[in-house]
């Protein structure tokens, strides 16, 4: 990933310093004149091999490496020419410019003739750099806390001190960010370590705080009072254990279905008591009574005296006898006074339509 943090002029690797100018004699002359003939001779040679045919200037180029060569800036240069060092790369994650006029007086000392700008003024540099951020630091501390001090990863979290970390590294620094030299201490749960790539090659001090994490039940929307919870209604979430709080549910099995007992808002945290089974039996609702016995199974109609979930033991009337009965809610409008279980009755039941 390439990230522009600053732009710089970039500057040649070497600098030519500039040469006294003497007058020249005749042996001079006859001397100069040998040493051009030669340098001709070797150039048609030589150049054949350093250029593969007509030098044009590159565009906008993408740096891996410390080093800017011939070959990253001109295109048509041979395999061996392009290999020649010619600038340094801007820093990792900058942004750098050389002008198109350096990188030809770059070229044309060195002997490769001239090179076509396409009319381009200058060309920028951007240095390609790996960013190791909060998630893969996060994950090398808590690697170093389940191996150092038995900690549960999935259990906690860690809140890295400053304004989100990075640490920026050479593109060809692959593997896994390690976290070395941590320290912890249990009582105050503060953390610090060397987040490091390679031998040490890219490496960040951080440091921060181990949080306990916990799961919760959260509400995805609003939810009325005596309205059904659905599957869809809530979500799971990891939240700080100091935060929490201490009978929020931790799972979405024992609300589905039940009904909030009242209004409930969209994000708030579910808590013991905030749903309840529904009422399967409300009261004055007329009833069926049964009793059922190895042998015997009867039923009657009644009234209900109370409202009861199922399970729940309420106070029903005979409609024949007008005795008050204690009856067991087993499904919706439906009381048993038997002794069999009520539990065993409840699937039935409540496949039963609602009156």
């Known amino acids: ?24 004699g005749l042996g001079m002359l006859g001397r ?39 070959g990253d800036l001109v295109e048509g240069a041979s395999q061996e020419a392009g290999q020649r ?20 007086e770059a070229v044309a000392a060195i002997g490769l003739g001239s090179v076509e700008t396409g009319g381009r003024v200058q060309i920028a540099v951007q240095r390609a750099v790996r960013r190791v951020g909060a998630p893969e630091i996060e994950a090398a501390l808590k690697r170093s806390l389940e191996t150092a001090y038995g900690l549960d990863p999935r259990g906690i979290s860690v809140r890295l001190d400053g304004e989100a970390p ?35 090659q890219a490496s960040l001090r951080v440091s921060g705080l181990v949080v306990e994490m916990r799961e919760v039940a959260v509400l995805a929307r609003t939810v009325s009072r005596g309205e059904p919870v659905l599957a869809a209604d809530i979500t799971l979430e990891r939240r700080p254990r100091e935060g929490s709080p201490p009978d929020a549910q931790s799972g979405i099995s024992g609300i589905v279905a039940e009904v909030a007992q009242r209004t409930l808002s969209a994000g708030s945290v579910l808590r013991t008591g ?22 015997i199974s009867l039923s009657m109609r009644g009234s209900a005296s109370e409202s009861g979930r199922l399970g729940a033991t309420i106070n029903v009337v005979n409609g024949a006898s007008k005795k008050i009965l204690q009856a067991t809610v087993v499904g919706p409008g439906r009381v048993s006074v ?9 699937s039935a039941a409540l496949d039963a339509p609602s009156r």
């Open 1 to 24: 990933m390439l990230l522009p943090d600053s732009t710089q002029a970039l500057r040649p690797l070497a600098e030519a310093s500039p040469r006294r100018v003497a007058p020249l």
């Open 32 to 70: 100069a004149a040998l040493a051009l003939a030669a340098l001709l001779a070797v150039g048609v040679l030589t150049l054949p091999a350093l250029a593969g045919g007509a030098l044009r200037l590159r565009g906008d180029v993408t740096a891996r490496g410390d080093i800017l060569t011939l």
């Open 85 to 104: 060092p010619l600038f340094r790369a801007p820093a990792l994650g900058a942004t750098g410019t050389i002008q198109a006029r350096r990188i030809v």
């Open 166 to 200: 990075v640490l920026l590294a050479p593109v060809d620094l692959n593997g896994q960010a390690a976290a070395l030299d941590v320290t912890y201490d249990p009582r105050s749960r503060r953390i610090g370590g060397l987040i490091s790539l390679g031998e040490r």
């Open 274 to 295: 905030d749903t309840a089974p529904p009422e399967l039996v409300n009261r004055g609702e007329a009833v069926t009574i049964v009793y059922d016995a190895p042998g």
């Open 338 to 346: 038997g002794p069999a279980a009520p539990q065993r009755q409840a």
